[in-house]
């Protein structure tokens, strides 16, 4: 299973608006910057995220993007979704439950395992959890000593 462009573009200026809050708006250009995300795309990108109420936007002198909310109101799993759509694996059309071979019942109940899992996994982080591990991950990096 791997996140689409859209969603891990989303992801990455959403923390950076996250590591950001609450100072203000900042505008798509300076999101896309740092992590060399195509301008164009982000913006579509950052429309969406504003349209699901993930983000405020002003136009203007000043303008640009903020979050919406406090980091730790937004769940992880809500933007996956808002992004990418319910993170599973798509089954073949007009495939009906009671034509499944054992093994492709046992395939898709496997699927639906790891779908679960998932969601249940991105629900309970907090875009401030994240931004918690990313920094705990970037420290512990920085402090390697290498011979």
Known sequence: MRLSKRTEYGLRAI????RLWPTGFVQ???????????????????????????????VGSGGGYRLSRPPREI???????RLEGRLSIKEKEGVVAGDLSPGKAAVRLVNER??????????KMTLEQLMEQVSKNANLQQSMYYI
């Open 75 to 81: 769940a992880v799993g809500d933007l996956v979704r």
């Open 28 to 58: 798509s250009r300076d999101l896309a910057q740092p992590e060399d995300l195509p301008n164009k795309f982000l913006e579509a990108i950052l429309l969406a995220l504003r349209r699901g109420g993930f983000l405020e936007s002003k």
């Open 15 to 18: 923390v950076q608006l996250a």
């Open 114 to 123: 790891l779908t679960e899992a998932t969601d249940q996994v991105l629900d």
